[in-house]
């Protein structure tokens, strides 16, 4: 069977974490949904149809549209692109796949019926891949190697220049729009080795991670409009990789190189991987 990540959807667990819960409302958030009345949807519905006595604000059909927009471009269309763009990059670097799924498997162990949020905690060269991922290829906002070279969005969101500014001889009037380019903050020579090559290696015993307090990677943004979705959309893409990288072999299509992969981008403010990314699963044997 041949599997083409972005046409094929692959389902995992979803973990409940007691932190996380604390800024999801009980986890009413569709990245931790149950599966059953109390998810995002079913509170959004009940908005709707049973207002609260007094309330000066109604919420309308264009409200309930642009709120689920928001959850799934940010929740889950950015958590997909950058798990493409992590297994286009291990698919390019054989060494890098063969290091972590060893790791992975012994670690984990052998036949696990499914993967737990506990087991993310034993995944530490996974981690260092995500991040090296982010870095790269950023789909819409920002992670660790994968965030670096693949950030999910170029550009952070804008924001508004609070004071006249001087910087690097241009004056930027108070009220300015303007846009940090996190994409090239990710390949910054002056900050990065080889920038443009994906060395997960790069991120052992770094201080620099993605949490917003280092300016050299900023996969999430920064200060106190940071991606609230960061931890969901830290756990869908750990949990995911982690699930097709135990289970399952990888290997490309008969007929097919490494060369033959297409890295090219595609998109604006999202940037997702142009040709869809074509990859032959086996099931693992022990």
Known sequence: MSLRFGIVPVVCSRPKTVGTGLFTYKFKDIGFAPFDHSDIISVMLDMISKPTKGD?????????????????????????ITMIWAMTELSRHPRVIKKLQEEIRTTLGPNKEKITEEDLEKAEYLKLVIEETFRLHKPFFKKKKTFRLHPPAPLSLPRLTMSDIKIQGYNIPKNTMIQINTYAIGRDPKYWTKPDEFIPERFVDNPIEYKGKHFELLPFGAGRRICPGMGTGITIVELGLLNLLYFFDWSLPEGMTIKDIDMEEDGAFVIAKKVPLELVPTRHRW
């Open 56 to 80: 000066s604000f109604k919420v309308t059909d264009d409200h309930l549209k642009g709120v689920m927009s928001d959850v799934f471009l940010a929740g889950v269309n950015a958590g997909a």
